[in-house]
């Protein structure tokens, strides 16, 4: 354990854990956009800015994927974390103003949101949240981010999906805080980022419940037959 | 640039603006190509004008736009924030802008600068704060429509600290984003441009870029050798990728002497351009000192063979034992080569000058030569005990050999200290850790033999005076400390010089003083028209990105030459602390991974490799940790 001190409060904290997860104990709101408690924080969104005091300077510092030092000074509600998360959700609003989660933590943060337009928008946000639950929970990598930089001439970055690896589990479209990711499903087929999977009946009460490449991929990753893995989770 | 109007470089203002431009200032600032008359620049660092007339709000949006392109959107502020700048630069120059424009440009700068994920968004902007502040006027009067915005094509570069310190110039914060994308066959992709053994480098390479690495002041530097290799190995599990066929066949060959790092790399880029390419190997194996001046447990054949057979596989022909004794570039002209390039390295190991080395005593072998024949499979029988004279690389490769081979007692001498010792830490703890024994300050003086037979040799202690021009304190003898050390084999490894000359008569290839071949520091072109040199047998012992590099700009300059063009000079960082930024923002510290390494009770078993590479996952959390200090720099 350590000590830590938020907004001059002092208190101990688990030796790794972060400003956010110590923040949120003490029931002290922080916006997040790109966070999740089960995933690897990511740090893109910025919504989440404290003060920390290092080397007798204050710095802004993101939240979610800072850990916390013995002695680590905190400020959560100062006029510089204000300032910065509000620019952040600005500049947020600014590129996607009709996306609903953008729009909602650009109110909160204090932004004048128009009402003018409608939140009708289904923008990639690039918040990270499908790419790192297909790898970390799913352990698929069927979307990974496209790279720009120098010399790579792209011009809008995106989320790159890869159909070959994709199960078709759904894990992205239900973490999707915009609606971007979206998954359909008509009769037998379930259809996400466009690639169209088949779904397979439970042999006992019939009802469709998981894509075929799903079941097959756990059934390889568990080496349980797949016929065996064909039975809902009612049924079981 | 010389006569500064303005600069803002480095947070520091110079205003000579009211008065004459005349006051030269010592602000380092990038060296811009030869024969450029630059008139104003707009880099991360501030913004430099020297020509009052200098269209600073041009400059501006010349310069957003390039960062932007560097810019990667990753985190909310950067990207968006220079898009918000951008589109408040066109409405002002469409008319449609007030003077609270501009305040909110600041407000923006400001923020991107502090909350900003990486090193760039943090410090990318504070140039274009300054043009907003100190030339107020101008943005006013395009406000009020009294000056335009032109739409103008600028020069830029792009760079960073360990960009800058790689030879090869390597673009390292990008391979690095893309393995921490999950990326890592892209990544080699991109690794392969200017460095096409990465496998080879991955393993092996000096990594200036480590020392250079931002990070290092924070914790440790980026491990981006083991990067590389990463990238490498990934591509190498999924079976390997091949190097794409050159686009489009040119008429023109070029013959290439020696088939080493430079070569290869020459080679290769030729290839690409459409050029028929042969290579002249004298040994029986391709890859130079890659192959037969690096141990095995350093760099697995197998690795270096993979890289050369893709060179290969582009339609590179290769021809080993293949000596070239007497270079005449007419008669390979008539053969229907348009250009030479010289690449035959540095294989020859230096006299140390002292009594008895020359004498053939059985016992006393050169450092390159024990390398070599290890390498070429030849059976070294170990003795008891061996004395490695030297510092560098060969002298420690030499000694973790014979360690291997079976010499129970493994000696270096060192004639000056361990913090001089040009070898890379790595083989000096590696060493260190199989029980080599490594005497500093002392060197021989003479060999003692019986019956032809090597028994040991004379030393003396030395101490350390002023630096020499090597910028290393010189060693200096110690009167009355000789004494004598008893060992069954001597190995000399002070260094390496070409096995020259290579020609003769009229065509004879000038030679420096030091043994090395002299080109032309642009062309890479000897005083024979068409004939190139580069490599060891240029720069003297060098190492493999060194070599690499230059095989990569004696390519250019070959094209360049056939097609009857002149090589254009390039900007340089030289003079600039490219690690310094004006705005840091926080940054989490978070120790390097590391990889694990052969347990050092099995190491001496064999020549299995040392130093095992990053699992994906682990690479991708390694690549993590980059902060991208990629600088950019516009200029007109």
């Known amino acids: ?236 | 640039m010389n006569n500064i109007a303005f600069s803002s470089w480095n947070g520091k203002v110079i205003d000579n603006r009211k008065g004459k431009a005349s006051k030269a200032a010592d602000i380092k600032i990038p060296s811009f190509p030869k024969g450029e008359k630059v008139s104003a620049m707009m880099g991360w660092n501030g913004l430099v004008v020297t020509d009052g007339k200098a269209d600073v709000l041009s400059l501006t949006l010349g310069y957003l736009r390039e960062a932007r392109k560097v810019s990667c959107g990753e985190c909310s502020v950067c990207m968006i924030g220079i898009d918000r700048l951008l589109d408040i630069l066109k409405n002002i120059s469409d008319g449609k802008g007030n003077a609270a424009d501009l305040k909110e440009m600041q407000s923006i700068i400001k923020q991107v600068s502090v909350n900003s994920k990486c090193s760039f968004g943090q410090s990318a902007l504070f140039p274009v704060s300054d043009a907003v502040k100190y030339y107020k006027a101008d943005f006013l009067a395009l406000i009020k429509g009294e000056k335009k915005i032109a739409e103008k094509e600028y020069a830029s570069a792009v760079t960073a600290p360990c960009i800058d310190a790689c030879p090869a110039g390597l673009d390292i914060p990008g391979y690095i984003e893309l393995i921490k994308n999950n990326k890592p066959v892209e990544s080699l992709d991109l690794i392969r441009e200017k460095c096409i053994l990465p496998g080879v480098i991955g393993r092996v390479c000096t990594h200036p870029c480590e020392d250079a690495c931002v990070r290092k002041d924070i914790d440790e530097p980026i491990a981006i050798r083991l990067l590389k290799r990463a990238a490498s190995d990934a591509d190498l599990a999924e079976g390997g990728s091949t190097l794409k066929a050159p686009a489009s066949e040119k008429e023109e060959k070029v013959a290439i002497i020696g088939a080493g790092p430079a070569g290869l790399a020459a080679a290769y880029n030729l290839r690409m351009m459409g050029y028929g390419v042969i290579l002249f190997e004298s040994l029986p194996h391709a890859g130079g000192m890659a192959s037969v001046g690096i141990p095995d447990y350093r760099l697995p054949t197998d690795i270096l063979d993979h890289e050369i057979n893709l060179i290969r596989r582009t339609g590179v022909e290769i021809k080993l034992n293949a000596k070239v004794d007497s270079l005449s570039f007419k008669e390979l002209k008539k053969e229907g080569y348009a250009a030479v390039f010289v690449a035959v390295g540095a294989h020859k190991g230096n006299m140390m000058g002292i009594e008895g080395e020359d004498q053939g005593y059985e016992g006393y072998v050169d450092g390159v030569d024990l390398l070599r024949d290890l390498n070429l499979g030849k059976t070294i029988e170990p003795r008891k005990k061996v004395v490695i004279v030297g510092g560098g690389n060969v002298a420690l490769d030499c000694a973790r050999s014979c360690a291997r081979l079976g010499f129970k007692d493994v000696n270096i001498l060192y004639r000056r200290s361990r913090v001089e010792m040009p070898a890379s830490d790595e083989e000096i703890e590696g060493a260190l850790e199989e029980g080599i024994i490594i005497s500093y300050l002392a060197v021989p003086v003479k060999i003692l033999e019986k019956d032809g037979k090597v028994t040991g040799v004379e030393c003396t202690k030395m101490k350390l005076g002023k630096p020499d021009e090597s910028g290393r304190r010189r060693p200096i003898p110690v009167k009355g400390s000789e004494y004598t050390l008893k060992t069954d084999v001597v190995v000399a490894a002070i260094g390496q010089q070409p096995i020259l000359p290579l020609s003769k008569g009229k065509e004879k290839i000038d030679v420096t003083t030091w043994g090395t071949i002299k080109t032309d520091s642009t062309t890479f072109m000897t005083n024979v028209a068409g004939v190139f040199a580069g490599g060891d047998c240029v720069t003297g012992p060098a190492t493999l990105i060194e070599a690499l590099d230059m095989g990569n700009r004696v390519a250019r300059s070959i094209d360049a030459f056939i097609a009857g063009r002149d090589i254009t000079d390039e900007i340089s960082f030289a003079d600039v602390d490219l690690k310094k930024q004006r705005g840091r923002g926080f940054v989490v510290s978070e120790p390097a991974k590391e990889v694990e390494c052969m347990a050092i009770t099995k190491r001496l078993e064999g020549f299995d490799e040392v130093e095992g590479g990053f699992r994906p996952a682990l690479a991708m959390e390694e690549a993590g940790r980059c902060l991208r200090c990629y600088r950019v720099v516009v200029w007109e």
């Open chain 1, 1 to 236: 354990m350590v000590t830590i001190k938020i907004n001059d409060r002092k208190v101990k904290a688990e030796e790794g854990s972060t400003i956010l997860e110590n923040a949120q104990k003490l029931k002290i709101e922080i916006p997040t956009l790109c966070h999740h408690s089960d995933l690897s924080p990511f740090g893109a969104c910025r919504l989440c800015s404290v003060e920390v005091k290092t080397n007798g300077k204050w710095q802004l510092a993101s939240s979610c994927n800072t850990p916390v030092e013995e002695g680590m000074e905190i400020v959560t509600d100062s006029k510089n974390v204000y300032e910065g998360r509000k620019l952040a959700a600005e500049l947020l609003y600014y590129k996607y103003p009709t996306t609903k989660a953008v729009r909602d933590v650009a109110e909160k943060a204090g932004v004048a949101v128009s009402k003018d337009e409608k939140a009708e928008g289904h923008d990639c946000i690039l918040c990270g949240l499908c790419v790192r639950t297909c790898r970390e929970i799913v352990g698929v990598n069927a979307l990974t981010f496209q790279d720009r930089g120098p010399g790579r001439d792209i011009d809008e970055p995106k989320i790159e999906f890869d159909p070959n690896r994709c199960i078709g589990c759904g894990s992205c479209a239900y973490v999707c805080p915009t609606g971007y990711v979206k998954m359909e499903e008509e009769g037998a087929k379930r259809i996400i980022w466009d690639k169209v999977f088949k779904m397979v009946s439970c042999s006992v009460c019939g009802k469709r419940f998981a894509p075929e490449d799903q079941l097959r991929y756990i059934s390889r990753q568990t080496g349980v037959p797949f016929s065996e893995l064909a039975v809902c989770v009612d049924c079981r």
